[in-house]
């Protein structure tokens, strides 16, 4: 059953890396409803109040003020509500450590920040175009992180 638009949420410091996103995210042949996000308080804050209309994905960006996406996964991974959501990190980090810690929290997916607009689509339609359900299921560390 697939849904008419998917909604989308995005949680990132960065005004050009938001504005690029949004781009990226327009110029997909999938229909999307995007909320953007300038820290994880703001995310959080949206999550608890818009129980209804959960977005189906969350793009979490790691370094942010206020409330990093750290937090912000465990947070939405010890709510009841929020706990099922899909949460892709989506950072400039590629440190070994955060992706063993955020594959630990329960992340579904791990995105290095590509440096290109034609890869940057490339990696939002891959995870848009994810069959999740199946995904989960069979998470690993190999297939944790995205290869574009």
Not at 26 to 31: D, F, G, Y
Not at 59 to 68: E, Q, S, T, V
Not at 74 to 103: M, P, W
């Amino acid at each position: 059953m697939g849904l008419d638009i998917m909604k989308i949420a995005l949680a990132d410091d960065d005004v050009d890396d938001r504005m690029l996103f949004e781009e990226a995210i327009e110029s997909i042949a999938i229909k999307t409803q995007l909320n953007l996000f300038v820290d994880g308080q703001q995310l959080m804050d949206h999550l608890q109040k818009s129980k209804l209309a959960l977005p189906e994905i969350i793009f979490l960006d790691l370094n942010m003020p206020i409330k990093n996406g750290m937090q912000c996964l465990q947070e939405i991974r010890g709510d009841q509500t929020l706990r099922h959501l899909c949460v892709a990190i989506y950072s400039t980090s590629s440190s070994e450590k955060d992706i063993e810690e955020t594959f630990v929290q329960g992340a579904n997916i791990y995105i290095n920040k590509p440096n290109s607009f034609g890869a940057l689509k490339k990696a939002i339609e891959k995870v848009l175009k994810i069959n999740w359900q199946y995904h989960t299921s069979n998470l690993n560390k190999g297939n944790f992180l995205l290869r574009i």
